[in-house]
């Protein structure tokens, strides 16, 4: 079935650090893929999403490109910021489907 | 615009009791989902419903697991009677029908049985 697998956390970065979550992907047709990211005592967010191969999606610095022929849809900050402290979930959904599926979260912190 | 809302946000009751969720969506999305995270792991989908009917509800654990969604408006999650692997945090997302890849999360319930 579809699937999608994240690196496991947590991970620690310093203030300014460049940031890679990897996230990869198993499924059949042509799915949306999506990063949420959950702040702390806040609900899910909708960070960035890329429905076709080759699309880009951002949003506040972060980007993550949807690439076929890997199966990957790698989320990464050039300069992270304490504020970017959360756990970032990786997902895909779609079309005429209405679950959307989870990898586990990656938790982030970053020390100033 | 006021975003999709649960309650409560915490509840702690002890195995055996049962436990009633709710969750308000956002005003005029008929796609309502409940989808929950145990333990640290994926966040997995129980189950979907445009308007009051349950389109999708492959993801319910067992029948001790009840949703209802009279009215196509606010929605309930029961459970009943409650175990302790049933302990984890509770979202909430809604959608339109013209946009149901993207989805709207509340803030989650977090259960605790003890």
């Known amino acids: 079935g579809d699937s999608v697998t994240q690196m496991e956390g947590p991970v620690t970065l310093s203030e300014e650090a460049f940031l890679t979550i990897n996230c990869t992907y198993t499924?059949?047709?042509?799915?949306?893929l999506f990063w949420y990211v959950q702040y702390p005592g806040e609900g899910l967010q909708l960070l960035l999403k890329a429905t076709k191969a080759d699309d880009k999606g951002s949003n506040k610095g972060f980007e993550a490109t949807y690439r076929k022929e890997t199966t990957s849809f790698h989320l990464e900050k050039g300069s992270v910021q304490v504020s970017d402290s959360a756990v970032y979930f990786c997902a895909l959904s779609k079309p005429g489907g209405f679950k959307t599926i989870f990898g586990a979260g990656t938790r982030l912190f970053v020390k100033a | 615009e006021a975003g999709v809302t649960q309650f409560p946000s915490h509840s702690v009751i002890e195995k055996g009791q049962t436990v009633t969720l709710r969750c308000d969506p956002i005003?005029?999305?008929?796609?309502l989902y409940w989808y929950r995270r145990v333990m640290g792991k994926e966040i997995k989908f129980l189950l979907h419903?445009?308007?009051?009917?349950?389109?999708?509800e492959s993801g319910m654990p067992n029948n001790r697991f009840l949703a209802e969604r009279t009215g196509g408006t606010y929605s309930t999650l029961k459970v009943q009677p409650a175990e302790l692997e049933d302990s984890g945090v509770y979202f909430c997302a809604s959608s339109d029908l013209s946009s149901y890849n993207e989805q709207f999360f509340g803030p989650g319930t977090r259960l605790t049985v003890l």
């Open positions: 419903f445009v308007k009051e009917s349950k389109q999708d």
């Open positions: 499924a059949t047709g042509y799915p949306s």
């Open positions: 005003s005029g999305h008929d796609n």
